[in-house]
T-cell receptor, first 114, second 109 residues
Framework: NAGVTQTPKFRVLKTGQSMTLLCAQD?????MYWYRQDPGMGLRLIHY???????AKGEVPDGYNVSRLKKQNFLLGLESAAPSQTSVYFC?????????????FGEGSRLTVL | GQNIDQPTEMTATEGAIVQINCTYQ??????LFWYQQHAGEAPTFLSY??LDGLEEKGRFSSFLSRSKGYSYLLLKELQMKDSASYLC??????????WGAGTKLIIKP
């Protein structure tokens, strides 16, 4: 029972490089989210998806792009990484947003941009 | 604007009781969540309150007062494994979660 799986777990990038974080969930959840977590701050929503083929901007979307081509996968891309994007990234999923069901989180991806 | 406030850090003794407070301001309200996050790990769900009152779940209880925009998480019979950050999150009218910065709880023997 994998739940929410994120890859990679760790990555070091140089400024200007690009990369993609993959999130996969096996719970058939409609809603998926990408958050970043920085010291002293709450989880901040980057982008989210309410279903296959849909995406929407969250609180801090600049510098990131996402895609939800398959229901179980939600990809987060950094086209040109910047040191300000050094953070821990969490993917989460929920059955629907209209209900008040809990979020299930992946283990996190630690990204360092030099 | 929308805002969640909770203490940055608290210290308690093993076996004791601790109460972690959270105040919130949101556009609409669809409930209050508490999550536990151990260092280097993902947040895990603890509790959800949408009606006023106390919800008890083993050693953990969560309280909500909607009129005061206030919640607390009560941890009893503290164990060393309870050392973690506790995240408060309020759900707004669009069913989006607004997160507090978390309260780091340190348990001393």
């Amino acid at each position: 029972n994998a739940g929410v799986t994120q890859t990679p777990k760790f990555r070091v990038l140089k400024t200007g490089q690009s990369m993609t974080l993959l999130c996969a969930q096996d719970m058939n959840h409609e809603y998926m989210y990408w958050y970043r977590q920085d010291p002293g701050m709450g989880l901040r929503l980057i982008h989210y998806s309410v279903g296959e083929g849909t995406t929407a901007k969250g609180e801090v979307p600049d510098g990131y792009n996402v895609s939800r081509l398959k229901k179980q996968n939600f990809l987060l891309g950094l086209e040109s990484a910047a040191p300000s994007q050094t953070s821990v990234y969490f993917c989460a999923s929920r059955r629907t947003s209209g209900e008040t069901g809990e979020l299930f989180f992946g283990e996190g991806s630690r990204l360092t941009v030099l | 604007g929308q805002n969640i406030d909770q203490p940055t850090e608290m210290t308690a003794t093993e076996g004791a009781i601790v109460q972690i407070n959270c105040t919130y301001q949101t556009s609409g309200f669809n409930g209050l969540f508490w999550y536990q996050q151990h260092a280097g790990e993902a947040p895990t769900f603890l509790s959800y309150n949408v009606l006023d009152g106390l919800e008890e779940k083993g050693r953990f209880s969560s309280f909500l007062s909607r009129s005061k925009g206030y919640s607390y998480l009560l941890l009893k019979e503290l164990q060393m494994k309870d050392s973690a950050s506790y995240l408060c999150a309020a759900m707004d009218s669009n069913y989006q979660l607004i997160w507090g910065a978390g309260t780091k709880l340190i348990i001393k023997p």
